[in-house]
């Protein structure tokens, strides 16, 4: 059995890792960790989790979390990286939610994040937890960067085309909407059903700190620089990411459809759609996968693709057990087979 701890226990993302570790053979919750609420069961403050988690919120101090095999972070930005260090010293592997070692140039996440970085150091040492991308070295690793929600879905989307030089890299454009989980559970006015409900708007237009995490991850598969117009949108429903990817055509797009179903064929949680299918955030919806669908309208050359994800599952908590998975040489998909709810 592996025993992993969870840093934010309390928390959306923290929540759905209770969730899907519940279900997982191989592993032990044996540390959750919340300051508002320890000392409390987990049971208690989360009845959905009564008769699958037996334990009792504990505060986040290192010497608790050192006898665990692995720890997940679901905190806030500007959490791991003063644990992690620490931890991993202590022989712990540690995957991280937040985008804390993500960015692989300090100054930059500094510029994104409104804050010095605690242990720059270890940023070379992370991996980018995108299994269908870097899926070798995440068996490796100790460190985990997972993805943000956005990256993810967008990313995904675009990998295909980006990998076969397919389309202009500097003309990308990434129109996404998100669920208000997205925004985690601390209260926070925008997302409030009175402020989010019957209404639809874009937010952080001029640039989010999503996009230089985007950028690097294209740029690293383009090998060369690649230009993204991102916008975000905040959409009245809890969970569920929709990317509408705009990729221009270096040439006539005939056999993209036959690419993707290629390039997927062997991804456990990457689900090519018939081409000109329409997914539905829906039906991703407490499942870890990610639905994707290409369309070329008008035979032009400029495709859409369409790509859904749960935010809080592919886009997240998800994605950190996949990783978990593959660091401990377990089957990738170990509680993780869940159809998505419906409706
Ligand atoms: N929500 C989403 O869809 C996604 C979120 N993420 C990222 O995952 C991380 C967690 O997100 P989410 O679950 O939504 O956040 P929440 O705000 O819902 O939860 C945050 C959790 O962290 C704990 N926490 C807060 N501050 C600290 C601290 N200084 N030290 C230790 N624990 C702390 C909180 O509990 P307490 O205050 O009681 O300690 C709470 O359990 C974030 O970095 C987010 O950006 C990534 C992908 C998707
Ligand atoms: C709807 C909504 O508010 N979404 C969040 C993205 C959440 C996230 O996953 O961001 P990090 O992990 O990079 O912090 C936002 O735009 O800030």
Same mark, same amino acid.
């Given at each position: 059995?592996?025993?992993?701890?969870?840093?934010?226990?309390?928390?959306?993302?923290?929540?759905?890792?209770?969730?899907?570790? $519940?279900?997982?053979?191989?592993?032990?919750?044996?540390?959750?960790?919340?300051?508002?609420?320890?000392?409390?069961?987990?049971?208690?403050?989360?009845?959905?989790?009564?008769?699958?988690?037996?334990?009792? +919120?504990?505060?986040?101090?290192?010497?608790? /979390?050192?006898?665990?095999?692995?720890?997940?972070?679901?905190?806030?930005?500007?959490?791991? @990286?003063?644990?992690?260090?620490?931890?991993?010293?202590?022989?712990?592997?540690?995957?991280? /939610?937040?985008?804390?070692?993500?960015?692989?140039?300090?100054?930059?996440?500094?510029?994104?994040?409104?804050?010095?970085?605690?242990?720059?150091?270890?940023?070379?040492?992370?991996?980018?937890?995108?299994?269908?991308?870097?899926?070798?070295?995440? =068996?490796?690793?100790?460190?985990?960067?997972?993805?943000?929600?956005?990256?993810? *879905?967008?990313? %995904?989307?675009?990998?295909?085309?980006?990998?076969?030089?397919?389309?202009?890299?500097?003309?990308?454009? $990434?129109?996404?909407?998100?669920?208000?989980?997205?925004?985690?559970?601390?209260?926070?006015?925008?997302?409030? @059903?009175?402020?989010? #409900?019957?209404?639809?708007?874009?937010?952080?237009?001029?640039?989010?700190?999503?996009?230089?995490?985007?950028?690097?991850?294209?740029?690293?598969?383009? =090998?060369?620089?690649?230009?993204?117009? +991102?916008?975000?949108?905040?959409?009245?429903?809890?969970?569920?990411?929709?990317?509408? %990817?705009?990729?221009?055509?270096?040439?006539?797009?005939? *056999?993209?459809?036959?690419?993707? !179903?290629?390039?997927?064929?062997?991804?456990?949680?990457?689900?090519?759609?018939?081409?000109?299918?329409?997914?539905?955030?829906?039906?991703?919806?407490?499942?870890?996968?990610?639905?994707?669908?290409?369309?070329?309208?008008?035979?032009?050359?400029?495709?859409?693709? %369409?790509?859904?994800?749960?935010?809080?599952?592919?886009?997240?908590?998800?994605?950190?057990?996949?990783?978990?998975?593959? @660091?401990? #040489?377990?089957? !990738?998909?170990? #509680?993780?087979?869940?159809?998505? /709810?419906?409706?």
């Amino acid at each position: 059995m592996v025993r992993v701890g969870i840093v934010g226990g309390t928390g959306y993302t923290g929540v759905e890792l209770l969730r899907l570790l $519940a279900l997982h053979k191989k592993v032990e919750v044996s540390v959750v960790t919340s300051r508002n609420d320890a000392g409390k069961r987990v049971d208690e403050v989360y009845p959905s989790l009564r008769g699958f988690i037996d334990t009792v +919120f504990s505060a986040p101090e290192v010497e608790r /979390l050192s006898d665990c095999d692995a720890v997940f972070f679901a905190t806030p930005n500007g959490t791991a @990286m003063l644990m992690a260090e620490q931890l991993m010293a202590r022989g712990v592997k540690v995957i991280d /939610l937040s985008a804390d070692f993500r960015l692989k140039d300090p100054k930059q996440w500094e510029k994104w994040y409104g804050m010095e970085h605690a242990c720059p150091d270890l940023i070379e040492q992370a991996v980018y937890g995108l299994p269908e991308v870097n899926r070798e070295a995440i =068996k490796n690793a100790n460190l985990i960067a997972c993805p943000g929600c956005y990256p993810t *879905a967008v990313q %995904l989307g675009f990998l295909p085309l980006i990998e076969q030089g397919l389309v202009e890299v500097d003309r990308l454009v $990434a129109d996404v909407k998100s669920g208000v989980s997205g925004a985690g559970r601390k209260a926070q006015l925008t997302t409030l @059903m009175s402020e989010a #409900g019957e209404s639809f708007k874009a937010y952080a237009a001029n640039g989010h700190r999503h996009l230089p995490e985007v950028i690097q991850g294209l740029e690293r598969i383009a =090998k060369r620089s690649v230009g993204l117009t +991102f916008v975000p949108h905040l959409i009245p429903m809890i969970r569920g990411i929709h990317a509408t %990817l705009y990729a221009p055509l270096l040439e006539d797009g005939e *056999a993209v459809q036959a690419l993707y !179903e290629q390039r997927y064929i062997n991804e456990p949680f990457v689900d090519v759609l018939p081409y000109g299918s329409h997914p539905d955030t829906r039906n991703v919806r407490g499942g870890n996968v990610c639905q994707i669908a290409v369309h070329q309208p008008q035979g032009e050359r400029m495709l859409v693709v %369409l790509s859904v994800i749960d935010n809080l599952v592919k886009g997240a908590s998800g994605q950190a057990l996949q990783n978990m998975n593959l @660091m401990f #040489g377990f089957d !990738e998909a170990e #509680g993780l087979r869940i159809p998505a /709810l419906y409706p």
